[in-house]
């Protein structure tokens, strides 16, 4: 794969997220929980302001919150869904605590989902993936073979779910692109700022320290013994691999 090809498939492997919330601390708590689990996090204060950030650069899913300043998030949802480049738009409608009619609005306004405030970030995270792979099935199947199985390992990228050993494991969304890129790209080294290049993307600031710590997470699920990994292995002063032929040992 050349770089032009590995970047065009990172950027589409990052989801846009834009979340519209006239409350600060709301605001920040989505986009914290969000970001943690890899997605671009794009914010909008307003309705006018949404409006003018999509116009700019279409998300690829929206959280609304129906209470807003000026134009109401029932407004918003309805002109995205009178628009035809954003009528497919995922929209995630937050509403209030026994605003029921808001939120049978939203769903005839064509919002997808809702969540109820007070919330907790776990589940608007949940209901984001669903969504979103509600409305792009076939996106990981169009960037290669939408199953890996070998040996302890079996990956289906298009529902996000690993099974090691036969039993599912949790990832967060980037500890599962990071699996991804390794099991695509098995037996070269990669240094942590090439990995921050193809997996994080160009236009995020992170220490690369921070591939440690992901790297981490990621064989604490999939490898035996962490303290002693077998499948991404650490070469020193480089980085990392991926050791494929371990998937078959010991089994
Ligand atoms: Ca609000």
Not at 74 to 101: Q, S
Not at 153 to 175: N, P, Q, S, T
Not at 182 to 195: A, D, G, I, W
Not at 221 to 249: C, H, K
Request: aromatic letters at 6%; glycine letters at 6%.
């Amino acid at each position: 794969m050349n770089p032009q090809t590995a970047e065009a498939n990172r950027a589409r492997t990052r989801q846009k997220i834009l979340v519209v919330e006239d409350e600060n601390d709301i605001r920040e708590l989505l986009r914290f929980n969000l970001a943690q689990e890899g997605f671009a996090v794009e914010e909008a204060g307003d309705g006018a302001e949404a409006l003018d950030r999509v116009a700019r650069r279409a998300p690829d899913l929206m959280v609304l919150d129906l209470m807003l300043p000026r134009m109401s998030g029932l407004e918003l949802c309805r002109r995205m869904r009178a628009n035809p480049d954003t009528a497919r738009l995922p929209i995630l409608i937050v509403t209030a605590k026994g605003a029921e009619v808001d939120r049978v609005l939203g769903l005839e306004m064509g919002a997808d989902d809702y969540v109820v405030k007070p919330f907790s970030p776990r589940e608007v995270v949940a209901r984001v993936k669903a969504l979103l792979r509600r409305a792009n099935p076939a996106g990981a199947a169009a960037e290669g073979p939408s199953l890996f199985d070998r040996g302890r390992l079996r990956i289906d990228f298009a529902a996000y779910e690993v099974f090691v050993d036969g039993a599912r494991k949790e990832l967060a969304l980037r500890e599962f692109e990071l699996l991804r890129f390794f099991v695509q790209h098995p037996l070269r080294v990669y240094s942590r700022e090439q990995l921050l290049d193809l997996v994080w993307g160009r236009d995020t600031f992170v220490e690369p320290r921070t591939v440690d710590v992901h790297v981490r997470r990621l064989r604490q699920q999939i490898e035996r013994d962490d303290a002693r990994p077998e499948l991404i292995l650490t070469v020193r002063s480089v980085g990392y691999r991926f050791n494929p032929e371990a998937l078959e040992q010991g089994l």
